[in-house]
């Protein structure tokens, strides 16, 4: 067994991390992370969740609205059709019959094709392996929607109304595990092929924490400390006050879950950009 001696560069930028950015509402989370690559645009795929990359000029995008792929009824003469075991027959629905249409653009009005997690992954497993995969960094924007449609698909499978109907939290554990399975197998996918991975989550108020509010991922508690736990970076982003200029924290606190595992960045708030995100490694001196 070979024993690795390890011997950290701080100056060099870590390929296959896994980052988490969350914060309020129009601070360009989206539109910043979009360029997180040293090709811009050209070197990040978005997955979008709930297309907030509608108004994006030359993003690359795969719109994804669902968990699972949507099936249909297979129908003839308004009967629904049995399989070869006697089954009632579904097949799954074409990504542009799932009722989206473009909203802006050349194509606006159109049918737009939109995709599952589930098909997405496949689609990224299939690049991966025999790499034409052109990209060097995925997001998802938001995950906080894939926490909702993973809520529903448990609901529906334990036959309650609500998250928190099952007995003794039976839905919050199944829903928990469903998630964070999806990431750290998306994670481990991606760290093995060098590609980050960037999650992205509105931010909400997690617990009263010494008499102070505290902010944290738009996710029940549980399922955000197993998310964070998988990411190497976790920033606050922010507008600063009396600026116009969106910020990333590193800076962890009593009231802001965040933190860097990468030396110049840890304790640290600049601007948040990719350039000054590579600057602040690349120049750091040591302690």
């Known amino acids: ?65 669902s968990f699972n792929v949507p099936e249909r009824p297979v129908m003839k003469d308004q009967k629904h059709m049995l399989d070869k075991r006697g089954m009632p027959a579904y097949e799954i629905i074409p990504p542009e019959e799932r009722g989206y249409v473009f909203t802006s653009g050349p194509n606006k009005g159109q049918p737009m094709p939109v995709y599952s997690i589930a098909e997405i992954i496949n689609y990224l497993q299939d690049e991966i392996s025999s790499n034409r ?3 060097d960094t995925i997001v998802i924007d938001t995950i906080d929607e894939m926490v909702d449609w993973v ?23 199944l829903s928990r595990n469903k998630t964070a ?19 992205i989550s509105h931010a909400k108020t997690a617990v009263m924490l010494k008499n102070k509010i505290q902010l944290g991922p738009d996710m029940p508690k549980g399922l955000a400390k197993k998310i964070m736990g998988m990411c190497e970076l976790i920033a606050y982003i922010y507008i600063k006050e009396g600026t116009t200029e969106a910020v990333m924290s590193f800076a962890g606190y009593d009231e802001v879950l965040m933190g860097s595992r990468l030396k110049p960045l840890a304790h640290q708030e600049i601007k948040f950009d ?3 995100f590579i600057n602040k490694i690349t120049s750091y001196k040591g302690d």
């Open 151 to 173: 809520d529903a698909e448990v609901c529906e499978e334990l036959g309650t109304n609500a998250m928190g109907e099952a007995e003794f939290g039976k839905d919050w554990a």
């Open 1 to 65: 067994m070979k024993i690795i001696k390890n011997q950290v560069d701080w100056n060099v930028v870590p390929n296959g991390m896994t980052m988490l950015f969350f914060g309020t509402p129009k601070t360009g989370k989206t539109t910043t992370a979009c360029n997180w690559s040293d090709k811009g645009t050209e070197g990040v795929l978005l997955i979008d969740t709930d297309q907030g990359g509608d108004f994006i000029d030359g993003i690359n995008r795969i719109v994804c609205t």
């Open 181 to 199: 399975n999806v990431i750290s197998m998306l994670k481990n996918m991606l760290k093995k092929a060098g590609i980050n991975l960037i999650l």
């Open 274 to 276: 990719y350039k000054e």
């Open 133 to 135: 995969l052109p990209y």
